[in-house]
């Protein structure tokens, strides 16, 4: 099933800002908005970022999200080290009735 | 303490039948608006959205592969248990269970370890 389209990778440097994105249509990033998900290597994802801009509890400040019609992005501020991840956005989409994911961005911490 | 827990085969062989089970603890599918949802991650690639199910039984598939999945509940036991039919060697893959709510169904905030399925013969 269609999915959300990421840029495969980014590289920054260290204390930089990073900005991911990740773009869908009205029936999904549109609608309900976009969830952003980090995974490092060999460990299950971890929820980031949910309705836009709320953090669960115990994830940094650094991290915020937003949204532009039908494009969601996630900021990264002040870039560390364990920052170097796999960042995954998925949304519901209510013409599929599943979740749809993006491919995944690469981000580099130089 | 929210806790999921994936059990299965490591290995099918193609064209078996893999069952996955998700054990989870510090919540109930009873409650109103959760639900229990597996994704999979082949090696070195993107998460899949497979299956959900919610606390009142709804069920939603994977379009491209509703064909071969079933998802059900046993609330009792605090189990969600997925089935594939038909296994093939592109189905090797990392298989997690999260839990989210039916509101925001792709707000996963808790997420299991995850179990390596290799479909071989």
């Known amino acids: 099933q269609a999915g959300l389209t990421q840029p495969p990778s980014v590289s920054k440097g260290l204390r930089q800002t990073a900005t991911l994105t990740c773009t869908g249509n009205?029936?999904?990033?549109?609608?309900?908005?976009a969830v952003w998900l980090q995974q490092h290597q060999g460990h299950p994802p971890k929820l980031l970022s949910y309705?836009?801009?709320s953090r669960p509890s115990g994830i940094s400040e650094r991290f915020s999200a937003s949204r532009s019609r039908y494009t969601a992005s996630l900021t990264i501020s002040g870039l560390q080290p364990e920052d170097e991840a796999e960042y995954y956005c998925s949304a519901w989409d209510s013409s599929l009735s599943a979740v749809v994911f993006g491919g995944g961005t690469k981000l580099a911490v130089l | 303490q929210v806790t999921l827990r994936e059990s299965g085969p490591a290995v099918v062989k193609p064209t078996q039948t893999l069952t996955l089970t998700c054990t989870f603890s510090?919540?109930?599918?009873?409650?109103?608006?959760?639900?229990v949802t597996w994704i999979r991650q082949p090696p070195g690639k993107a998460l899949e959205w497979l299956a959900r199910i919610d606390w009142d039984d709804d069920k939603y598939y994977s379009t491209s592969l509703k064909t071969r999945l079933t998802i059900s509940k046993d609330t009792a036991k605090n189990q969600v248990v997925l089935t594939m039919t038909n296994m093939d060697p592109v189905d090797t893959a990392t298989y997690y269970c999260a839990r989210a709510v039916a509101a925001a169904p792709a707000h996963f905030d808790y997420w299991g370890h995850g179990t390596l399925v290799t479909v071989s013969s």
């Open positions: 510090g919540f109930s599918l009873n409650t109103s608006g959760l639900c």
């Open positions: 309705r836009n801009n």
């Open positions: 009205n029936n999904n990033v549109g609608n309900q908005g």
